[in-house]
């Protein structure tokens, strides 16, 4: 895929500010787009601004409200803010679960359903959500990650049956362990507690199901997602992209 592919094309990405959102935001405007990059992380998208030219858009995704609220005259929807919460369900706070559903669930909902009709009118689009190996199996202590993610492969497929006659695709990319802030400070700390070192965490406790044991790149996903919103993958629709080294495979 050459640069410049995308020219011409407005493209909404959120959680622009920090790991793959921000990887993706770049690669798209590397690729011709024009970027609005979303995140609750004013400073974070400022820096992104020094690096690439993009919109900033300072926004709180589990305020629906403020979704609706946001320019959605895209061409191309990456939805991938998300975050996480460990606990077992019987401890999980029931705001926790209701934010992270909004966060991840509802605001790509909203985002799609704003921009679907800048879409249909010009007879393209591309929605790419940034799901998991955790929209495809499940692991203990993670319940709203887990139900988000498998409620985004849902919608995702929707999108996709509902846009097929307009030139609209839908599709989830599906990573194991990205190499993003998230996962630092994940590995880090575990390292800490568990007296090994930080390449033993990521070996013996992250990579344990995997395949092939290194993270993944950020850059690595954004040229999955990169590929996606291209003309050539236009018959890949409703699909779920694993990039999870083995991870699902047994
Ligand atoms: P990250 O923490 O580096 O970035 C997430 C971004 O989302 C941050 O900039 C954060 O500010 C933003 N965000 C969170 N809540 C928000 C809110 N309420 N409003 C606006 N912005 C908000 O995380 P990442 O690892 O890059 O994860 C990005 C996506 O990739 C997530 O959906 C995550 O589930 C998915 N994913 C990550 C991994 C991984 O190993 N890192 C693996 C599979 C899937």
Redesign the pocket.
Known sequence: MSAGDLSGRRALV??????????CAVRLVEEGAAVVA????AD?LAELAKTVDVEQSV?????LNDVDRLDLAVDIVV??????HVAPIQEFPPDRFS?IL???LE?PFRIVRGALGHMYAGGWGRVVN?????GMVASPYKAA?VAA?HGLEGLSKVIALEGADHGVTSNC???????????ENQIASQAKAHGITEDEVIERIMLERAALKR??E?DE?ASFVAYLCSDAASSITGSSMRMDGGWTAH
């Open positions: 959120t959680g622009a500010a920090s790991g793959i959102g921000r990887a979303v995140d609750q992380d974070g926004v709180d995704l589990s305020q939805n991938n803010a998300g975050l996480q934010y909004r966060v991840m605001a940034i799901s998991s190996v955790h990650y993610k990319v599906n990573p194991a362990y990205v190499r993003t802030p998230l996962v993270l993944i950020p996903v």
